[in-house]
């Protein structure tokens, strides 16, 4: 049974940082595209980044350029997103990602696999 599970969302002030986690299980998604959305309450899903199978390509959407980095390790299933100089507005569920393709993009539909997310909550 393939599992994604998400850590290290919670409560930050405005500015600070926080590193979320999420690791794979019931496969290897060594050659899988992994991504990170998030979604606030009464809000859609949302795309945040994505990177491809290798690590060498990544992508994010407006409003988390510069300030998220998207990473992983192929030899641990895991994928990373760095957040830092956290606003109000990044306060949602973060929600993990893989696809079946070597990168996903940021629709929603290139994604197979979803975590349950975690909570991330900011400050003013």
């Known amino acids: 049974q393939v599992q994604l599970v998400e850590s290290g969302g919670g409560l930050v002030q405005a500015g600070g940082s926080l590193r979320l986690s999420c690791v794979a299980s019931?496969?290897?998604?060594?050659?899988?595209?992994r991504a990170w959305f998030r979604q606030a309450p009464g809000k859609e899903r949302e795309f945040v980044g994505a990177?491809?199978?290798?690590?060498?390509?990544?992508s994010y959407a407006d409003s988390m350029k510069g300030r998220f980095t998207i990473s992983r390790n192929n030899a641990q299933n895991m994928v990373y997103l760095q957040m830092t100089n956290l606003k109000p507005e990044d306060t949602a569920v973060y929600y993990c990602?893989?696809?079946?393709?070597?990168?996903?993009?940021?629709?929603?539909?290139?994604?197979?696999?979803w975590g349950q997310g975690t909570q991330v909550t900011v400050s003013s």
């Open positions: 990177i491809n199978w290798s690590g060498s390509t990544t």
């Open positions: 990602a893989a696809s079946h393709s070597y990168f996903g993009g940021s629709s929603l539909s290139g994604y197979a696999y």
């Open positions: 019931g496969r290897s998604f060594g050659s899988s595209g």
